[in-house]
């Protein structure tokens, strides 16, 4: 048996975050990280003391729920809030990213985007993330890792 690996582990770290949304028509977890620790997440929710799409109804313009800050965002500006740099760093997120968020991921500096799954993917967006040399890539998270027996000296083996 081996240990869980890490994107699975930060994968499963969106999925949990993105229990707290508040929105009801998709609920979304971003984990933005660097040198393998977690530095910010976020899930799409209103913002801090506003009204709740699951109290009030979603907001929507166009199509779009606009209510809430999308979990990718809401990551991010947690960065810029508390100071921290997000150059490089990688990003797990539950769906595909949408446009507004796609532009804020690349200016921020994220070089990669772990997705868990396909989302309305928007060939722009797919097309911004190559010019800018965002790698991205699925990463569908499995449940079992939810599942599993204690370590125990037969059944370990080294992970890197
Ligand atoms: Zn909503
Ligand atoms: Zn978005």
Redesign the pocket.
């Known amino acids: 048996m081996q240990r869980i690996a890490w994107d699975q582990f930060f994968m499963a770290q969106s999925y949990l975050i993105s229990t707290r949304s508040t929105c009801t028509r998709l609920m979304?977890g971003a984990t933005i990280v660097r040198d393998k620790r977690i530095i910010a997440s976020g899930y799409?929710g209103s913002i801090a003391g506003g009204d709740h799409c699951t109290e009030h109804g979603c907001y929507i313009v166009d199509g779009h729920c606009i209510r809430t800050i999308?979990?990718?965002?809401n990551a991010i500006l947690q960065c810029a809030k508390f100071g921290a740099s997000t150059d490089n760093a990688e990003l797990y997120v539950t769906h595909f990213?949408?446009?507004?968020?796609?532009k804020?991921i690349i200016q921020a500096g994220i070089k990669t985007v772990y997705y868990g799954e396909d989302y309305k993917n928007h060939p722009y967006a797919v097309e911004l993330f190559e010019q800018a040399n965002v790698t991205t890539k699925k990463v569908e998270m499995s449940k079992d890792i939810f599942d599993r027996e204690p370590f125990t000296s037969e059944n370990i083996t080294e992970a890197k």
């Open positions: 979304v799409n999308h979990a990718e965002m990213p949408c446009i507004s968020c796609c804020s």
